[in-house]
């Protein structure tokens, strides 16, 4: 497993402002997570993957930079044989090369906290296939690391089951994918990397065919004067002078 892609260019001026304005100053970015179980509180976190979603100078969105990484079961993390038996994963193998849990959510987030800056957003939103699982998972390593910078909204999330269902009229990610015209590997399936990829597919494909509708809401929102507020991107920081996380989120 490979931290980075090849890097995605920089967005433009003109594209950040789109981003930015597109879903309310929140970035999405597609994650998956495979794990030792279905108990975010008791079972291992073993791989994350982040894929950056990047928009074109026409408005339409694309899947940019992945980065992702095997993890270190935490101390009395539980490992559930059938699950490892679906992912294949050996937690324990010598020459798997995992970074303990916090140092793998330092590394993903300190990408996703440029990327929200780089593209004038609040904070990021996570795009998942069965989002709530991934949430879940994320949220709990993250308090049990204590990690205090976490660029992703709390608790709401762009989910791509329910994006495919309806617009695709399948809710399976490999059916999804396949009926959208895109490749699909079923011997890479059940890897953080390639579900999250695949994930980030299907998100900018819906988008991308929303488009016209979206465009439509625009229009009304800037007749009712809600455009100013929802258009204003969040002010540039270092990442040494970033806020503590907030304890009060609104939902996008």
């Known amino acids: 497993m490979s931290e980075a892609s090849p890097e995605t260019p920089a967005p433009t001026a003109a594209t950040a402002a789109l981003m930015a304005r597109r879903f309310r100053g929140y970035l999405p970015v597609a994650i998956d997570v495979e794990t030792g179980g279905f108990h975010p509180a008791t079972d291992a976190l073993l791989e994350i993957a982040a894929v950056l979603i990047d928009m074109a100078e026409d408005g339409s969105l694309k899947r940019g930079a992945t980065h992702d990484f095997h993890v270190q079961p935490f101390a009395g993390a539980r490992l559930d044989p059938a699950a490892l038996s679906i992912t294949g994963i050996d937690p324990h193998h010598p020459l798997r090369p995992a970074l303990p849990e916090r140092d793998a959510l330092q590394r993903v987030f300190r990408v996703i906290r440029h990327a929200v800056r780089a593209h004038g957003c609040r904070r990021a939103i996570l795009v998942g296939h069965n989002a709530a699982f991934d ?84 229009e009304r929102a800037r007749a009712l004067g809600w455009w100013s507020a929802a258009a204003e991107p969040a002010p540039e920081e270092p990442d040494a002078q970033e806020p503590p996380l907030e304890t009060d989120f609104p939902s996008p």
């Open 135 to 218: 949430l879940a998972f994320l949220n709990a390593a993250i308090a049990r690391c204590a990690v205090k910078r976490n660029p992703f909204h709390p608790f709401s999330c762009f989910d791509t089951a329910t994006l495919a269902g309806a617009a695709l009229g399948q809710t399976v990610l490999a059916k999804a994918v396949t009926v959208a015209g895109l490749e699909w590997d079923p011997g890479s399936a059940h890897n953080a990397r390639y579900d999250a990829e695949r994930s980030a597919d299907v998100f900018c494909l819906v988008c991308n065919r929303l488009r016209d509708s979206h465009q439509a809401a625009e």
